[in-house]
């Protein structure tokens, strides 16, 4: 069973940028939509950023015009670039590769002066 294993966060000061990743143990050249989400402490699980196989993005409100997703389907591969963060980015990070896929341990971004 294909494994997700997300890495890149950690501490940041507002403004600032990160750029999360997570590597797939298997090709996910053939995964229809490989999204972000995350998870603030108290709060839901939210769809952040997806990109379909056809590289079509779509992005949550909030993280418009900061956050881009791409993914590269040879490093089995989906990245988040963050940029201009602020301390409501807090989270825990999580991809998904669809139902079937478990989810991944998820990576912690602190926002914070």
């Known amino acids: 069973q294909m494994q997700l294993v997300e890495s890149g966060g950690g501490l940041v000061q507002p403004g600032g940028s990160l750029t999360l990743s997570c590597t797939a143990s298997?090709?996910?050249?053939?995964?229809?939509?490989m999204r972000w989400y995350r998870q603030a402490p108290g709060k839901e699980r939210e769809l952040v950023a997806d990109i379909s196989a056809d590289g079509d993005t779509k992005y949550a409100d909030s993280v418009k015009g900061r956050f881009t997703i791409s993914r590269h389907n040879t490093e089995h591969t989906v990245y988040l670039q963050m940029n201009s963060l602020k301390p409501e980015d807090t989270a825990v990070y999580y991809c998904n590769a669809g139902a079937l896929i478990p989810w991944g341990q998820g990576t912690q971004v602190t926002v914070s002066s």
């Open positions: 298997g090709s996910i050249g053939s995964i229809l939509h």
